[in-house]
């Protein structure tokens, strides 16, 4: 009966130990073994000969995004004229192409309201000055003990009326860019250049009628700087920093590389595409890069000093993200790692790798079995 009741526990015993081995071992026919998170290779599989390993280091890296752009004039160098009242077209001063300055004449033209608006502020001028001086007599009467404290009040109230009406006048004429003081009764309207530029658009035809919402018939813009509006995903928007260098691109000079600078990033994300716009100043001297052209804009970030790894070391599962780390010639640790940027075939560890360590860079999916 002893022997018996030996027997026994023997045999539980060494069913226990084998169930325990096969939840922590299990073979493969490809020649390894699992135990845990630890891949055993066996000396006759077929596996070793077909990896290929990569040893950590730290190097420089620079973070590159490339994105489409979009030449713009800079808006405070970029202008549209349309007249400001309905009128003909008496005169041009201007050219395509032409240089002008602020102040510069553009276009002479005929117009009854602006005549209208003349005579409503010069009118309104004669009657305050007018009242400024009937104003200045009831105050001297008065303080000479002869004048009437009454006329002295309707004189005073008749000055603030008057001078409120002037101010309309003014005011009518500066909305539009015209300066009273300069203004000529009956004089045709000028209309000027209110920037530094060259013409880009002249669509003056002498004698033609303009109403006052007509298009823009000139386009004046200074073009030794543009904007490249570029567009960036969401996920990548932590890269990009104001007064980054930038490199662009334009097919037209396929040979040539055009610098700038990160001027803005955009607050807002646009909802279908999920990016960011994002603004790039160049110096444009030469006027290469025109408003509308399209170009290839390379965003740089600060060089860092960063772990690569290739892109097909790194393995997922779920949201982990994994590596075969090499502990010797027939062990391999499966070890979660955490990646930043995904550049050229290359992947920044942020964590889980030390330098002088070895993974595995090609040949993984091998030994990737059960994930």
């Known amino acids: 009966m002893a022997f018996l009741l030996l027997l026994s526990v023997a045999i539980s015993c060494l069913l226990y130990s084998c169930n325990d081995s096969k939840k922590n071992k299990e073979e493969f026919s490809d020649g390894y073994t699992l135990k845990g998170d630890t891949i055993v290779l066996a000396g006759n ?27 713009r004039a800079i808006p405070t160098a970029y202008a549209e004229i349309a007249p400001p009242f309905a009128g003909r077209v008496l005169k041009s001063y201007v050219r395509l192409g032409q240089k002008v300055q602020p102040g510069s004449p553009l276009l002479d033209i005929s117009s009854p309201d602006y005549f209208n608006a003349q005579k409503e502020y010069f009118d309104a001028k004669q009657e305050f000055q007018q009242a400024t001086l009937n104003l200045k007599r009831q105050r001297d009467l008065l303080n000479n003990g002869v004048g009437v404290r009454r006329e002295f009040e309707e004189a005073e109230t008749e000055y603030i009326t008057k001078k409120s009406a002037l101010f309309n006048a003014s005011a009518a004429l500066k909305i539009f860019n015209i300066a009273p003081e300069k203004t000529v009764l009956g004089k045709p ?94 110096e444009n001297l030469n006027r290469d890069l025109k408003p509308g052209m399209y170009v290839t804009v390379l965003f740089k970030n600060m060089p860092e000093n960063s772990i690569l790894i290739p892109a ?14 090499k502990i010797d010639d027939t062990h391999f640790e499966k070890r979660q790692i955490e990646t930043g940027a995904t550049s050229n075939g290359k992947v920044i560890v942020k964590s889980g790798l030390r330098t002088g360590e070895v993974i595995v860079s090609e040949g993984g999916s091998l030994m990737n079995r059960d994930y």
Request: net charge negative.
């Open 312 to 325: 097909q070391s790194v393995f997922q599962k779920e949201e982990k993200q994994f590596v075969f780390v």
């Open 189 to 282: 309207l000028t209309i000027v250049s209110p920037i530094r530029g060259e013409v880009l658009t002249n669509k003056i035809v002498r004698g033609q009628y303009l109403k006052e919402d007509a298009d823009p018939i000139i386009v004046v813009a200074e073009l030794s700087k543009v904007w490249i509006v570029g567009e960036v995903k969401e996920k990548d928007i932590r890269f990009i920093h104001t007064l980054d260098d930038v490199e662009v691109k334009v097919d037209a000079f396929p040979d040539r590389i055009i610098k700038g600078k990160i001027y803005h990033v955009n607050e807002v994300v646009n909802e279908q595409s999920r990016s960011v716009e994002v603004l790039v100043e160049c």
């Open 45 to 71: 599989s077929n596996i070793k000969p077909r990896l290929n390993f990569s040893t950590i280091s730290e190097q420089y890296f620079v973070m590159e995004l490339t994105t489409a752009g979009i030449v």
